[in-house]
């Protein structure tokens, strides 16, 4: 089996080509840049079911449901690189849709650009932001209609 580090730059090349999907698409054109970011979370979450069937037994359950048994699954390398996938994938997945719904919402790809950079390296903070130009997008809809 693959070393624990060499899974975690794995994972990030796929990430890595979903998020260039979408940095792309004014070139590659929406749906198929969404598309292509959502097949990218495919072999993610593959990976991430992976590792949690066959790491199930490593997870702590003494200290129950709490933040401090999230600590202690958090410290095997497995657990944080599944951990890690997952942000990976939800981080992509919610670029997808920001994607997707700003051709809707007539975000310019100028803004859809900084949103998608802001879901990729801070995901929720990215999309709030995005949540925040659409619904400005369209009240300004709303207001020339």
Do not use: N, Q
Request: charged share 10%; net charge positive; proline share 5%.
């Amino acid at each position: 089996m693959m070393a624990i580090e060499t899974w975690f730059v794995a994972a990030h090349a796929v990430a890595f080509a979903g998020w260039a999907a979408l940095f792309a698409l004014p070139w590659v054109g929406r749906r198929r840049a969404v598309l292509a970011a959502r097949w990218a979370t495919v072999p993610l979450c593959l990976l991430y079911l992976v590792f949690l069937l066959t790491h199930l037994k490593a997870i702590p359950t003494e200290a129950g449901y709490t933040l401090a048994a999230v600590a202690l699954a958090f410290e095997r390398p497995v657990l944080l690189l599944a951990g890690w996938i997952h942000y990976l994938v939800l981080d992509l997945f919610v670029g997808s849709w920001e994607a997707e719904h700003g051709g809707e919402a007539g975000v310019p790809y100028p803004l859809l650009l900084l949103c998608l950079f802001a879901t990729m390296m801070i995901g929720p903070l990215g999309l709030l932001l995005y949540l925040g130009v659409a619904a400005w997008k369209r009240r300004a809809r709303g207001r020339i209609a």
